[in-house]
């Protein structure tokens, strides 16, 4: 067995810092991506092999499968990247993971569980901060509460983005917001419900956003009722309220070429990252009146990101995963975040 994987996306703010930790924790990534110069430039730093394809070049993309295990998919927007990855994965029977946040990938990798199962492959989309603490927060409220109904989590703290993270969000704006609700993943309005949340530390009014975890702590923990908060600056919360009205305007092509031009490349520097740290917060409930309430400080997100996509790819490449649809929480359960460095978690009620 080759005992490695291809890291496609590797030329990307979060791609180098995957390959950075990779390197540190004694892993040989095979690196991958598109831009040819690029690729070859990180991979020469770092002694690693690399490969140059583009995703609809299928050949190269099955040969680049046969010389790993499974594949860490860091190219993202993932509503646009992840569909001939993952096909790649189930035709050449090879673990595939990524670190998309986007609500839209989870449900569609959840509906390959048949197909992954059947090829034998585990398919883990969010093996970064979106959405590998909250989901382990999520499956502890649930072990604390196994009756629960209803589950909050929120998040503050994720400090300067990166230049994917801002393209993704910037191609879902205008797109409104997103809970679960009865089970199903229900749309409702940007920005549509603020509340109070006690991080411990600090106290910040969190607004609902789509995170991914309305779609993945369902096949967490089973519960049906799903909100995600995050603190929203005021100047922000402004904009996405008005979204409600100027989604039409926002979606449209020449605007969104206009918007994704204008954002930076790169993200947070290696100080920013150091200095940075997430707080997490997650309420579950059930119709009895019980309710239990965990709290959670992590890293700063990209940190976090990479540490965690690591861990997992370092599981699934000693042997431990579970074929299907999964999710980090699901396969591994509330304690996989408590292995990372720096995590800390505390049940408040
Ligand atoms: N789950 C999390 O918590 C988390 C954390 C960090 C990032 N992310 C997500 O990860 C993605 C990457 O973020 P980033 O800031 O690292 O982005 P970035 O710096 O803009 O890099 C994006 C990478 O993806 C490649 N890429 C983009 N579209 C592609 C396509 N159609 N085909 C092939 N390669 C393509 C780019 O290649 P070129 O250089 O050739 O354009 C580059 O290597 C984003 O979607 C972001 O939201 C999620």
Not at 100 to 110: D, P
Not at 155 to 169: D, K, L, V, W
Not at 207 to 216: E, N, Q, Y
Not at 269 to 283: I, M, N, V
Request: with cysteine; proline share 5%.
């Amino acid at each position: 067995m080759p005992n490695t994987f291809l890291l496609y996306g590797a030329n990307g703010y979060t791609g180098e810092l995957i390959t950075r930790y990779a390197v540190e924790l004694g892993m040989k990534p095979i690196l991958a991506g598109r831009n040819a110069i690029k690729v070859e430039e990180l991979a020469k730093k770092h002694h690693l092999d690399y490969r140059v394809f583009s995703l609809d070049e299928t050949s190269r993309l099955d040969a680049a499968m046969q010389e790993v295990d499974m594949v860490l998919h860091a190219a993202g927007p993932f509503s646009l990247t992840s569909r001939p990855m993952v096909e790649a994965c189930l035709r050449n029977k090879k673990h595939y993971t990524d670190i998309t946040g986007e609500i839209s990938v989870f449900e569609s990798m959840a509906a390959l569980d048949d197909k992954a199962k059947a090829s034998e492959v585990m398919i883990m989309p969010g093996v970064g901060f979106d959405v590998v603490p909250s989901d382990c927060l999520a499956r502890h409220l649930k072990d604390r509460l196994p009756t629960a109904t209803h589950l909050s989590l929120a998040f503050y703290g994720m400090g300067r983005i990166s230049h994917g993270t801002q393209a993704t969000m910037t191609m879902n704006i205008g797109r409104g917001g997103a809970i679960r609700k009865d089970g199903k993943l229900t749309p409702v309005a940007a920005a549509w419900k603020s509340r109070e949340i006690d991080f411990g530390e600090v106290k910040k009014i969190g607004t609902t956003i789509p995170w991914g975890d309305v779609s993945t702590a369902y096949y967490s923990t089973g519960i049906p009722n799903i909100e995600v908060y995050t603190v929203i600056p005021k100047q922000n919360l402004k904009l996405l309220k008005a979204s409600r009205y100027l989604g039409w305007l926002l979606k449209a092509k020449p605007v969104q070429e206009y918007l994704q031009k204008q954002i930076p490349a790169g993200g947070p520097s290696d100080e920013e990252r150091a200095k940075g740290k997430t707080y997490l917060w997650g309420e579950a409930s059930d119709l009895n009146g019980n309710r239990v309430e965990s709290r959670m400080l992590t890293p700063e997100g990209y940190t976090l990101t990479a540490l965690a996509a690591l861990k997992i790819a370092q599981k699934i490449l000693d042997g431990a995963f579970t074929p299907g649809f999964q999710t980090p929480a699901r396969a591994y359960g509330a304690d996989l975040v408590m292995e990372i460095d720096g995590v800390n978690r505390q049940d408040v009620a």
